[in-house]
C-alpha cells in the first residue's frame, strides 16, 4: 500500500505552485531549492515532502488542468474551449448502402 499525504503538504503544495509556478520544474532536487527560498517551512522532512508531491502535481499540469490549481494557463485554455464555435454543426449525413440498394 501507498502513503497518505497530509492535508498540509496537500494545500501548501498547490499554494507554492499557484504562487511561483514559473520557478517550479519535473525535477525534485530543483523544486526543493525554490521550497528552501519562499517558504518556511518547520523541518526539513516536511519540505521533502511538500517537494515531492509538487513535482507529482506539475507532472499532472503537464497532462491537463489539475483541480484545485487555479493557473493562468489553464483559465486561459478553458476559456478558449468554451468560446470555440465550430465551422458546421454536423458532418452532412452520406447515404448508407442499404438506404440506395434496391429492394426485392
Known sequence: MGRVRTKTVKKTSRQ???????RMTL???????????VSILP????????????THLMRRIQRGPVR????????????????FVPDSTAPPAS???AATAPSS
Open 68 to 83: 484545485g490549481i487555479s493557473l493562468k494557463l489553464q483559465e486561459e485554455e478553458r476559456e478558449r474551449r468554451m468560446d
Open 43 to 54: 523541518s526539513k522532512r516536511l519540505r521533502n515532502k511538500v517537494a515531492g508531491f509538487s
Open 27 to 37: 525535477d525534485f532536487h530543483t523544486n526543493k531549492k525554490v521550497l528552501e527560498e
Open 16 to 22: 507554492v505552485i499557484e504562487k511561483y509556478y514559473s
Open 95 to 97: 447515404p448508407t448502402p
